[in-house]
């Protein structure tokens, strides 16, 4: 069949991560163009409702698997891998993410598929679906297609717009999927919330990335306090991780996430090529850097030299000064 099968993630609360409904959105779109739908796979004791809600998103059916724990990646390889071979897909694609390329590259063992990562958009040639894929440092674009079913495709996160053009609820139907014995060998001890990370940084609309430029790890109060004000979280290099100054779940980079905010402030970041990669997506970008030379300069919309230590709490006063009249 020529249908997209598509990971829906969500939160404790059962909220779906807003790369997930891109998936799904692009899913749909696609599927319609090869003649076939946009399938959804749910674990976890998600209600009918909101299950049925995809379909604003152009699911028109969701797979749900109520005993199959969410967060870790092989029981819902085993869960993606039942409903594809069940139900004949021809895809199954991800929006990015640290779950998704995981899952993604566990499907594509299993099935011994094709896989194309870091994909920034799918068209339809000769009824197949072609991948475009960055390459050579985002110089060039290479387009990817598949000589067998099932094909994998792994977005660059947030790399597929959300679109609630659906029509009408999606069909939920339950499945029960018996997981594979190494499946079960890891468990889900917690999930909890790391310094900075209270806010997803995936999701976030406004980043405020701080850099080695800080100074010490307490100079991250300073970025701190920035977001707060624009109801932002927090970013950072991985060469203040690796100095301990802040979580890795705050990376942002070529071996940490990948952020597409509205607006991405970065502070005391000198903007390697590693740290590109990952944020080069914002839609706008601002840098403050004491240095006039600085790389990230070439690749910022808004570009301020000067001091963080004295223009960061300005900024901040100002903002808040702003909001409060
Ligand atoms: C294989 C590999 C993978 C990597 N993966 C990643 C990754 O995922 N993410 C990542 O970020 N990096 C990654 N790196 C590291 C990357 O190459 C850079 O070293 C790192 O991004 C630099 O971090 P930074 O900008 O905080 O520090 P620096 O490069 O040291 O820059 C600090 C900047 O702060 C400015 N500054 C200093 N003081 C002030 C001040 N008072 N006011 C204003 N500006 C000031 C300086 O002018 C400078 O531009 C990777 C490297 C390798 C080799």
Redesign the pocket.
């Known amino acids: 069949m020529p249908g997209i099968l598509v990971y829906a993630l969500h939160d404790d609360e059962g909220n779906f991560n807003k790369n997930s409904l891109g998936a799904i959105s692009a899913a749909s779109k696609l599927a319609a163009e090869l003649g076939g739908e946009a399938g959804a796979v749910v674990v976890g004791d998600i209600s009918d409702d909101a299950c049925a809600g995809l379909g604003t998103y152009g699911a028109a059916k969701v797979y749900r698997a109520k005993d199959v724990p969410e967060g870790l990646a092989q029981p819902i390889v085993d869960v993606m891998a039942k409903v594809i071979g069940d139900d004949g897909y021809g895809y199954a694609l991800f929006g990015g993410g640290l779950l998704g390329f995981e899952i993604g590259a566990g499907l594509t063992a299993r099935l011994g598929a094709g896989v194309t990562m870091e994909v920034t958009e799918v068209k339809v040639a000769d009824g197949k679906l072609v991948a475009e894929r960055p390459i050579l440092q985002d110089s060039q674009i290479a387009d990817v297609g598949y000589v067998a079913e099932p094909g994998i495709i792994i977005g660059r996160l947030n790399a597929f717009d959300i679109d609630e053009s659906g029509s009408g609820a999606a069909e939920v139907t339950d499945v029960s999927v018996e997981l594979s014995p190494w499946s079960t060998k890891a468990s889900m001890v917690e999930r909890g919330e790391q310094r900075g990370a209270d806010v997803n940084i995936e999701d976030a609309d406004i980043l405020v990335g701080g ?3 800080l ?1 010490e790890a307490d100079g991250f109060k300073l970025c701190e306090e920035l977001a707060e004000s624009m109801g932002g979280a927090v970013a950072a ?4 991780v690796d100095a301990g100054w802040y979580p890795y779940a705050a ?6 996430k990948t952020v597409a905010p509205k607006l991405y402030l970065a ?9 590109k990669v ?1 944020m080069q997506n914002s839609e706008n970008i601002l840098a ?4 006039p030379n ?1 790389p ?1 300069f070439e690749f910022s919309d808004l570009g301020v030299v ?4 004295k223009i960061v709490p300005k900024l901040t006063e100002a903002i808040k000064a702003k909001k409060a009249g």
Request: hydrophobic letters at 30%; aromatic letters at 0%.
């Open positions: 850099g080695r430029g100074g290099t991985r060469a203040v990376q942002i980079g070529q071996t940490g502070a005391g970041i000198s903007g390697a090529i590693q740290h990952g403050i850097n004491k240095d600085a990230i000067g001091d963080l230590n």
